[in-house]
């Protein structure tokens, strides 16, 4: 029997706005070449990265957070990364710490996990693996050749690992491009056949990208496909249910699909041009960006707001500074609000934060969710008819476990 998973933090919704979470990038270093990568300009500074102790006086002054959203560059890049999510958890009590990686180093990522596992038994710890098409596609767009079938062979070792673990969450990521965008429906429907993992979010690519002309995605071609990938969702959703039962069981899958379309829905509205949420963003009050060089900001999104050595590494005089209560006001709440976007990350912290407009929300999209399930025909001849089509290498699917 595997461990069962913690509650999260982002089921507690509240309307006392503090920080709640902190988007730490660990290093500006990368082993891969995104063509869609947001932060590559500030990457190809190489300025130094922040040192271990000047982490350390972030966490000691930071307070009490439920979230540490580990960043990069690539994270796996940063040595002491298991180092210093053991002591966000000492020292903040994180519940939750997401760990975005590219899988290019596998041993790594699963002697790191099950150190911070052991060290952090009540963290629960979201891998994050980043794969947006078949083969060549996800090599293109990711800059690194052969990186879709070393990332097949991490997702497996993490499911040899930790399988039956409910604090360690197994997901893909697929960033949306004009390399991919014909595949992806396929490439959710072979995950959820091929692996057993617990989500697959999309998302559209955001901010500056390092390659023009990138970006592909209108409002309708959006809404298009995530109605198409929606019944994926029913089956992601029985899974998070799989081990609780009774009424907690329909909650679970009420809240998922419920805030999955949320979330989707409003980062629809969001793709041609800035549309209100619905809802105030809580940047600023609720987060805070911390650059790889130790400049800070409310959002990734946003402009910088100074760097962390002028404030001596004192987060609660960063958030009680005129900057940040300058960019809150900036943002602005309701009427006043002016800031609106794709970005998944903050959509859903402010929804937490939004607890009357999230009920209201999350209920509308678990209703439109339940309209657009339809049964899933997912069996062996149709996952190697996708195989073909693509023309994967069977061999080494095989040898990595894919498939038999």
């Known amino acids: 029997m595997g461990t069962k998973r913690t509650k999260s933090s982002f089921r507690a919704m509240s309307t006392n706005r503090k920080l709640e979470s902190i988007f730490l990038f660990v290093t500006g270093r990368c082993n891969a070449k995104c063509k869609m ?40 890049l940063r ?40 060290n952090c038994p009540t963290l629960n710890i979201n891998l994050s693996l980043s794969l947006d098409g078949f083969g060549d596609t996800h090599d293109i767009q990711r800059g690194v050749p052969g990186n879709f079938y070393k990332a097949m062979g991490t997702l497996k070792q993490i499911e040899a690992n930790f399988g039956d673990d409910g604090r360690v969450l197994k997901n893909v990521a697929t960033v949306i491009t004009k390399y991919n965008l014909e595949e992806v429906q396929d490439l959710m429907m072979w995950m959820l056949g091929r692996f057993h993992i617990s989500n697959h979010i999309i998302e559209a690519a955001r901010g500056m990208t390092r390659d023009d002309g990138v970006k592909i995605l ?3 071609t959006l809404r298009a496909l ?8 029913n089956v992601y959703a029985e899974r998070m249910a799989e081990e609780t039962a009774g009424f907690r069981k329909y909650i679970s899958r009420f809240f998922y699909l419920g ?38 900001r409310a959002c990734e999104l946003r402009d910088l707001l100074g760097n962390l050595r002028d404030y001596d590494f004192d987060i609660q005089k960063v958030m009680e ?20 976007c794709t970005h998944g990350c903050w959509i859903t912290s402010s929804l937490v934060f939004n607890p009357r407009k999230m009920i209201s929300q999350v209920y509308k999209g678990h209703r439109e969710m339940r309209k657009l399930n ?14 073909r089509k693509y023309k994967l290498d069977e061999k080494q699917l095989v040898e990595l476990g894919v498939r038999q």
């Not at 995530?226 to 969702?233: G, K, L, N, R, T």
């Open 218 to 220: 209108t409002e309708p």
């Open 321 to 340: 500074s005129d900057a940040m209560k300058q960019e809150i006001a900036a943002i602005g709440h309701g009427d006043k609000a002016n800031c609106w």
């Open 226 to 233: 995530q109605d198409e990938v929606a019944p994926i969702y």
């Open 374 to 387: 339809r049964p899933l025909n997912i069996n062996e001849d149709f996952l190697q008819s996708i195989e």
């Open 37 to 76: 990568c947001f932060y590559a300009e500030d990457m190809d500074k190489k300025e130094k990265d922040l040192t271990f102790e000047e982490i350390k006086k972030i966490s000691e002054t930071a307070g009490q957070i439920n979230r540490l959203w580990v960043s990069g560059g690539e994270p796996t």
């Open 259 to 296: 805030f999955i379309r949320t979330l989707y829905n409003i980062r629809a509205t969001n793709i041609d041009k800035p549309t209100p949420w619905g809802m105030d963003c809580t940047a600023g009050e609720t987060t805070l960006v911390i650059d790889y060089d130790g400049r800070f």
């Open 79 to 118: 040595e002491e990364l298991p180092e210093i999510i053991e002591m966000f958890y000492k020292n903040n009590q994180i519940q939750d710490v997401n760990i975005p990686t590219n899988g290019l180093k596998p041993d790594r990522i699963i002697a790191w996990v099950k150190q911070i596992h052991q």
